[in-house]
């Protein structure tokens, strides 16, 4: 059997790192120096710098910087030069890149919090994050698949912190899972690329329709940076394939800390049609504010999150209800706390 595990920004922000969007902005991007800047460039940060001062909150009709990925796809449409699109992107690009290597330097794990990350992995489907019913249906799915259980990771961070927890958990990237097989920790994939081993980090849409300024949408130059599949595909790298080899082969989905957001819908689709496919399951771990999270309301709150996904994946509405008895919603656990 094969689970893969998708992470998204939220694991990072689990472990302490500060690593939002909100956080890149108000901690480094608008304190950089404007002196020398073109001004194309100094009126995009000084944009940036007004959405921190309005508290995080889009004024009026302008665009919500809480999605970087897919507000930079938007304010394409304030641009008439390709070319100026082009170096904005570049510069995100590189001050995140910053940003984010001082983040991975700054990782603090120690062998007692990494085996229990590594115990979570070999056991995301434990009575200590899912209700008795989800517990009985994943165990009761995996011992329908007999034998050694392998785990992969498709990571959209840019970190080490995966890398660090496994090799802090030593012999603990062995163990049993809950149906008794052995599980074995294997691949890393960063798709969006890893800190120090990629020639750049890849920040951007899912392709060319979410780019706003449609006279773009054809200009080679501005695809290679803005579109990160074709940016893989451009690098060489072979990421977008041995992806899409990882999905094909997976049993069980786990995902935790995605926003499962439109500027990453080739995977949630790919995903979706598994699901429609095949005999596969998808567990996923989903947070809301303590306020927003009344226990009566959990009914409501799993559908409305697997609902989320069904749309982000594509799913047609004769599947839905196919397709929702294999998603289990895990609401509000402490899972990798």
């Known amino acids: 059997m094969t689970t893969t595990f998708l992470l998204g920004n939220g694991f990072d922000v689990c472990l302490g790192l500060k690593t939002r969007y909100s956080e890149f902005y108000e901690n480094h991007y608008i304190k950089l120096p404007r002196k020398d800047l073109s001004p194309y460039l100094k009126t995009f940060r000084e944009e940036i710098e007004q959405y921190v001062e309005n508290g995080s909150k889009k004024s009026g009709d302008d665009i919500d910087w809480a999605d970087l990925e897919m507000a930079l796809g938007q304010y394409s449409e304030k641009l008439t030069d390709p070319e100026e699109y082009i170096k904005i992107i570049l510069d995100v690009n590189q001050e995140l890149k910053n940003y984010i290597a001082q983040q991975n330097r700054d990782i603090v794990l120690d062998e007692k919090k990494a085996n229990k990350i590594v115990g979570d992995f070999c056991m995301p489907d434990s009575t200590r994050y899912l209700s008795q019913q989800y517990n009985s249906a994943v165990s009761s ?197």
């Open 141 to 337: 799915f995996k011992n329908s698949h007999p034998g050694t259980e392998e785990i992969n990771f498709i990571t959209f961070n840019y970190t080490e912190t995966l890398e660090h927890i496994i090799k802090l958990g030593g012999t603990k990237s062995i163990c049993s899972n809950t149906a008794g097989y052995t599980t074995s920790l294997k691949e890393i994939l960063h798709i969006h690329s890893h800190i120090k081993e990629d020639p750049a980090i890849i920040v951007g849409v899912n392709d060319k329709s979410q780019i706003a300024n449609v006279k773009f949408r054809d200009n080679e130059n501005v695809l290679d940076v803005i579109v990160k599949p074709r940016t893989n595909d451009m690098f060489g790298n072979g990421k977008n394939s041995q992806a899409e080899i990882l999905l094909r082969s997976t049993d069980l989905y786990v995902i935790f800390g995605a926003s499962i957001g439109d500027t990453d819908k080739k995977w949630w689709t790919m995903i979706g049609k598994e699901l429609v496919n095949k005999d596969t399951r998808l567990l996923y771990f989903v947070y809301d504010k303590p306020g927003e999270s009344n226990a009566l309301l959990l009914g409501r709150r799993r559908r409305e999150f697997e609902e989320k996904f069904m749309k982000a994946a594509g799913i047609a509405a004769d599947h839905y209800q196919m397709v929702r008895s294999k998603i289990f919603v895990a609401y509000n656990t402490n899972i990798f706390k």
